[in-house]
């Protein structure tokens, strides 16, 4: 079992609508969990971060963990083309791991 | 600041050829880590150092990849001899400190394609 799962996707979401990303993991000692953003062909960038179980609100972003399940999700309201990236799930536990990410594609 | 520096951005070589990847933390950082990236295994960690120093190397794939950190400004990755099945996007990222707030800097990455 990966210690860090996403569904790879491509997930294609309207414009305008809520796009909705999943990430499961192993280590019941997680503490920390992070999104990213990563557009083609450039770097990975923090968009959000979340440490407690529950929502955390940030713009247009929300991110949602829980760790009964071990689950966290992003949402992003009122989706636009220019979120169109691939996200990152990453989660600490003594080092930082990564999912392998979903492509999400916003259709104008 | 200009963030983390990594250099080259792109580096095609042959099978065999000694590869060295450059990387500039950001100022006052004193993380460092080297990532690599494929499609199918996704962002790896390689090694990460803290004041200079290597914690963790056990993500470096055999003996033919080594790290060093100088100082607090400066990392190189090494690859000797470098193989076909090297080929990737290195990253390298830098954080404050290493704790529960893993905010990572990453840098513009190098494209290494190895023929």
């Known amino acids: 079992q990966k210690e860090v799962e996403q569904n790879s996707g491509p997930l294609s979401v309207p414009e305008g609508a809520i796009a909705s990303l999943n990430c499961t993991y192993s280590?019941?000692?997680?503490?920390?969990f992070f999104w990213y953003r990563q557009y083609s062909g450039k770097s990975p960038e923090l968009i959000m971060s979340?440490?407690?179980?529950g929502d955390k609100e940030d713009g247009r972003f929300t991110a949602q963990l829980n760790k009964a399940s071990q689950y966290v999700s992003l949402l992003i309201r009122d989706s636009q083309p220019s979120d169109s990236a691939t996200y990152l799930c990453?989660?600490?536990?003594?080092?930082?791991?990564f999912g392998t990410g979903t492509r999400l594609t916003i259709i104008p | 600041d200009a963030g983390v520096i990594q250099s080259p951005r792109h580096e095609v070589t042959e099978m065999g050829q000694e590869v060295t990847l450059r990387c500039k933390p950001i100022?006052?950082?004193?993380?460092l880590f080297w990532y690599r990236q494929t499609m199918m295994r996704g962002l790896e960690l390689l090694i990460y150092?803290?004041?200079?120093?290597?914690?963790?190397d056990s993500g470096m794939p055999e003996d033919r990849f080594s790290a060093k950190m100088p100082n607090a400004s400066f990392s190189t990755l090494k690859i000797q001899p470098s193989e076909p099945r090297d080929s990737a996007v290195y990253f390298c990222?830098?954080?404050?400190?290493?704790?529960?707030?893993?905010?990572?800097?990453f840098g513009s990455g190098t494209q290494l394609s190895v023929l």
């Open positions: 990222a830098s954080s404050f400190d290493r704790g529960a707030d893993e905010k990572l800097f």
């Open positions: 280590d019941r000692g997680s503490q920390s």
């Open positions: 979340i440490y407690s179980n």
């Open positions: 990453a989660v600490l536990h003594e080092k930082l791991t």
């Open positions: 100022s006052g950082h004193n993380s």
């Open positions: 150092f803290n004041n200079n120093v290597p914690i963790d």
